[in-house]
C-alpha cells in the first residue's frame, strides 16, 4: 500500500503552474544580477531583456571635475584648487513604471585644464528622465604668477540631482601660495562612490582620483614649469535587478 505526500508551500512565495511545478511568485527573488556601465557616453536598458524583473535599484554618479594647468614666471609660483566631485542618486523601481527602453548616460570625466586655463567640468549622470546626478564643476585659473602670499578658493561641489535619494558631491579644497617656492595646491573633491586627488606641495600635475566621480587634485607650478591639471573622474550608472 503506497502513502501520497502532502507537500505545503506558502502561497506568498510559492504556486503551482498549470503543469504541476512548484514556482516562485514574480518579485520574491531578490536580486538577481548587477548591471555596471562605466564608459562614458550613452547605452540602453530594456526591461524586456529580463522577463522575471521585477523591480530595479538603479545608482547614478555624476563625473568628477578636471583641475586647471598652472605655468608660472621663472622665480615665481602658482598652485591650483582642486575640481569638485559629481552628485549621487538613487532610486527603486517598479518594473511597471519604465518605458519599453531607457536610456543610460555616464558622464565623462572633466578635461585637465592646459597652461593657465581652467579644468573642465565633469559630465551628468542618468537614467532616462527618472534618476540623475550632476557632474562637478571644473578648477578654476584665476591665481596669477607671484611670489608673496596669496590664497585661492575651493571649489563648490556639484547640486543634488533628481531621484528618491539625491546628494551633491565634494568641494575641491582650496589652495595657497606662502612664498616664491612654497604653497600647496588643493586636494579634488570626493564622491560618494570615489576619491578626490591629492594637493601637492611640490611642482607637478595635480593627485589622481580614485573611484568614479571624484575631483581632481590641483597642480603646482614653480619657477617656470608648466604643468597640466589632471582629468576628472568618470561617472558611473549601476543598475540592480530584483526578480
Known amino acids: 500500500m503506497s ?6 508551500a506558502c502561497g506568498e512565495y510559492f504556486n503551482v503552474s498549470a503543469e504541476g511545478e512548484l514556482c516562485l511568485n514574480p518579485g520574491t527573488m531578490g536580486l538577481r544580477q548587477t548591471l555596471y556601465f562605466r564608459t562614458p557616453g550613452a547605452s ?6 529580463y522577463p ?12 568628477g571635475g578636471g583641475s586647471g594647468g598652472a605655468d608660472s614666471d621663472p622665480g615665481e609660483s602658482i598652485p591650483r584648487p582642486g575640481a569638485a566631485a559629481g552628485g549621487y542618486s538613487e532610486s527603486l523601481l517598479e518594473v511597471g513604471t519604465l518605458g519599453a527602453v531607457e536610456t543610460v548616460v555616464v558622464g565623462d570625466g572633466g578635461a ?5 586655463n581652467a579644468g573642465g567640468a565633469g ?7 527618472i534618476v540623475t546626478a550632476f557632474g562637478g564643476a571644473g578648477g578654476s ?4 604668477s607671484g611670489t608673496t602670499n596669496v590664497t585661492a578658493n575651493g571649489i563648490s561641489g556639484a547640486g543634488s540631482g533628481a531621484g528618491q535619494f539625491a546628494i551633491g558631491g565634494g568641494a575641491g579644497e582650496g589652495a595657497i601660495r606662502i612664498s616664491a617656492s612654497q604653497g600647496m595646491s588643493g586636494r579634488g573633491g570626493d564622491s560618494m562612490l570615489g576619491f578626490g586627488g591629492f594637493g601637492r606641495t611640490t611642482t607637478g600635475v595635480g593627485g589622481g ?4 566621480g571624484a ?12 604643468v597640466n591639471g589632471t582629468e576628472g573622474a568618470n561617472g558611473t550608472v549601476i543598475i540592480e535587478l530584483y526578480g
Request: include cysteine; hydrophobic fraction near 45%; aromatic fraction near 10%.
Open 3 to 8: 502513502t501520497l505526500a502532502a507537500v505545503c
Open 44 to 49: 540602453q536598458f530594456r526591461a524586456s531583456d
Open 52 to 63: 522575471w524583473l521585477a523591480r530595479i535599484k538603479v545608482k547614478v554618479q555624476g563625473a
Open 112 to 116: 585637465a585644464g592646459v597652461g593657465n
Open 123 to 129: 559630465g551628468n549622470s542618468s537614467f532616462g528622465g
Open 141 to 144: 585659473a584665476n591665481t596669477l
Open 209 to 212: 582620483t580614485r573611484g568614479w
Open 215 to 226: 575631483g581632481a587634485g590641483g597642480a603646482f607650478s614653480f619657477n617656470g614649469a608648466s
